[in-house]
């Protein structure tokens, strides 16, 4: 049983974490350009070209503390926030505390090491100075900090949600513009010029030698074309109502090959009332005649099943024909088409696959009965 063509899907749903947004971006800039200045005030101090009086040594000492402190913190709190606000949302904020106890009390002992360094720090009083401003500097930070952190947390969730949302609704129009190709194919190989002629052709044989299976075949004819017409635009139907599609494409196809096509259909009851994926069935099936009855002298013989096991659906599509490797199904291929509806309606619990048994291809549809 070979694989349908259809036309190609569209690309990947992309997925990716918000980015950073630009207030964040002009932060770092400025932020970049005061601890230069810094540098540059701290180089001058300890060359002896700069002198402080005790009000600009209390700025400058303020201004190496927050340099040192409030820089390294944004951008842990920023990383934090990312990596870790999706995977541990309650956890976030006692990592944006140990972080800021971190950074808060490096950014003081590297402080006051510079401030040592240019000449600003006596070192008698290098302990003092850290002893008196780590306190505060712990203080400080968790409060601005944790502020800072809880309005980015807020910001990124916001900006997450309205990802996942923009994703989902992406998802949703390309399951439907799946549907609707899986419905165009369906319909262009049924309206397709040999196969009315052949239908029609059988229809005219039939007539004047059993006039009722004549008018029965029209029916189906005209009920198959209805429903490839009119589908629901729901992205499931009823079961009952696929099988009926099902077993009206197979009895217009025997006024054609006659008992070259033997077909059973076995759906338990408590099936018929589920929903799945319409044309999914009708798809498989009609791969079947195409490629393996037709092409076949001896015809084959087509069994579906189902079965329900612990809120799983299970859909079987049976032949005699050589089999073929799902492996080798292409997204522009109608079970492609199919593979990829399965995977946006149900996401990895929705699959088809292949199987040879004994001589048999085994083609399952699998997917939960409810979402």
């Known amino acids: 049983m070979n694989c349908e063509k259809n036309s190609p899907t569209d690309s990947a749903i992309p997925r990716s974490r918000p980015k950073p947004n630009l207030a964040f971006n002009l932060v770092k800039v400025v932020g970049f350009i ?3 200045t810094l540098i540059i005030a701290v180089l001058l101090l300890s060359l002896g070209r700069m002198h402080l009086t005790g009000s600009g040594t209390h700025i ?3 201004f190496v503390y927050t340099s040192f402190i ?16 999706g995977s541990y949302p309650r956890l976030v904020y006692l990592f944006h505390a140990l972080a800021l106890l971190c950074t808060s009390t490096v950014g003081c002992f ?14 008698p009083e290098y302990w003092i100075e850290i002893h008196s401003s780590l306190p505060f500097a712990m203080v400080a930070s968790l409060i601005i900090g944790l502020v800072n952190a809880a309005y980015d947390t807020m910001h990124y969730k916001l900006r997450a949600t309205a990802l996942e949302l923009q994703t989902r609704q992406f998802e949703h129009e390309r399951a439907n513009k799946l549907l609707a190709e899986a419905k165009l194919s369906s319909l262009e190989s049924r309206i397709a010029p040999h196969f009315l002629f052949n239908t029609l052709n059988s229809i005219a ?8 299976r004549a008018e ?13 017409l009119n589908a629901n635009h729901s992205s499931l139907v009823p079961i009952a109502q696929e099988i009926k599609v099902v077993r009206d494409y197979l009895e217009i196809e025997r006024t054609r090959f006659g008992e070259r096509l033997v077909y059973d259909i076995n759906i338990p009851e408590e099936l018929k009332g589920l929903n799945t994926p319409p044309l999914a069935l009708q798809s498989l099936v009609e791969n079947v005649v195409k490629h393996v009855v037709a092409e076949s002298s001896q015809g084959a013989r087509i069994r579906v099943t189902g079965s ?19 492996e080798s199904i292409s997204p522009d291929h109608g ?4 593979v990829a509806r399965l995977e946006l309606l149900f996401g990895d619990r929705g699959r088809l696959s292949v199987t040879q048994l004994d001589h048999t291809t085994i083609v399952r549809i699998e997917y939960p009965a409810s979402l």
């Not at 044989?205 to 009722?212: G, N, T």
């Not at 029965?216 to 490839?228: E, M, W």
């Not at 329900?308 to 799902?326: A, C, T, W």
């Not at 079970?335 to 199919?338: A, K, T």
């Open 34 to 36: 005061c601890f230069l």
């Open 60 to 62: 400058l000492f303020a």
């Open 70 to 85: 409030a820089l390294p913190s944004m951008f842990v709190l920023n990383w934090i926030g990312h990596r870790f606000t």
């Open 110 to 123: 590297t402080g006051a090491f510079v401030l040592r360094i240019a000449g600003a720090l006596p070192a």
């Open 205 to 212: 044989a039939l007539i004047p030698v059993d006039p009722v």
């Open 216 to 228: 029965d075949t029209v029916g189906k004819l005209a009920s198959l074309l209805r429903f490839s």
């Open 308 to 326: 329900y096991q612990q809120d799983v659906v299970y859909l079987d599509v049976m032949d005699d024909g050589p089999g073929f490797s799902l």
């Open 335 to 338: 079970l492609g088409n199919l």
